[in-house]
């Protein structure tokens, strides 16, 4: 079975400071990947996904992400954090064409300090 | 379009007894899956409906089961629960099966006692 690892649980960041979530997983086929973001309160939101073509894909307030391929990483970046980018983060996979569901990494707790 | 909804949104049983869970998917979607989401074991698929059948499941024992509706509702249920069944059930829906997008409801909170 397919797994997903987040490699940090907590990030604190200042603001205006850039940002790197780590994503790797684990499958050796087609993938398709997902970034979800859950504010405080609220359910959880669709950032970006990947699901072919160009491995940079950019989703909503400015958020990217990287698929390589040859590292099964699917790193979250963005240049510029704000304090309302304050959410947990997960990285989630499923297998194209596969039929288990989103597999989900363990989440990022990102505090951005003002 | 409206989004996901669950209801109820706050649930508190006791061992033993059982619960249903609702959900509405978006409009026009016909694939529904359920996740619970604990702070042990982060956020676990349950399993998966689409017009009307169970597509797949997830490794979970046979007390957790559900139905869709062909309207597209689904319902999961819970049955002889347990202390460690409390957890925050999330739906989610997509046009079609596993392989779509998936969009998220707000969840129902389950409390066991």
């Known amino acids: 079975a397919q797994s997903v690892s987040q490699h940090n649980h907590h990030v604190i960041l200042s603001e205006a400071a850039s940002l790197e979530l780590g994503c790797n997983y684990s499958?050796?086929?087609?993938?398709?990947l997902f970034w979800y973001v859950q504010y405080p309160g609220q359910h959880l939101q669709l950032l970006l996904k990947?699901?072919?073509?160009?491995?940079l894909v950019k989703g909503i307030k400015g958020f990217e992400a990287e698929f390589i391929k040859s590292k099964f990483s699917f790193n979250l970046r963005k240049p510029s954090v704000q304090w309302s980018d304050t959410a947990e983060y997960f990285c989630?996979?499923?297998?194209?064409?596969?039929?288990?569901?989103?597999?989900f990494g363990k989440g990022t707790h990102l505090i951005i300090q003002p | 379009k409206a989004g996901v909804t669950q209801t109820p949104r706050y649930l508190i049983k006791t061992r033993g007894q059982q619960v249903t869970l609702s959900c509405s998917p978006i409009?026009?979607?016909?694939?529904v899956s359920w996740y619970q989401q604990t702070p042990g074991q982060g956020l676990q698929f349950l399993f998966e409906?689409?017009?009307?059948?169970?597509?797949n499941k997830g490794n979970f024992p046979g007390r957790f089961s559900g139905r869709q509706f062909s309207n597209s509702r689904s319902e999961m249920n819970v049955s002889t629960l347990e202390l460690g069944d409390s957890a925050l059930y999330l739906c989610?829906?997509?046009?079609?099966?596993?392989?779509?997008?998936?969009?998220f409801g707000p969840g129902t909170r389950l409390t066991v006692l």
């Open positions: 989610a829906s997509s046009e079609g099966p596993h392989t779509d997008t998936q969009y």
């Open positions: 499958y050796g086929g087609t993938v398709n």
């Open positions: 990947y699901f072919s073509g160009d491995p």
């Open positions: 989630a996979v499923n297998p194209g064409g596969g039929a288990d569901g989103l597999t």
């Open positions: 409009s026009g979607h016909r694939s």
């Open positions: 409906y689409f017009s009307e059948t169970q597509r």
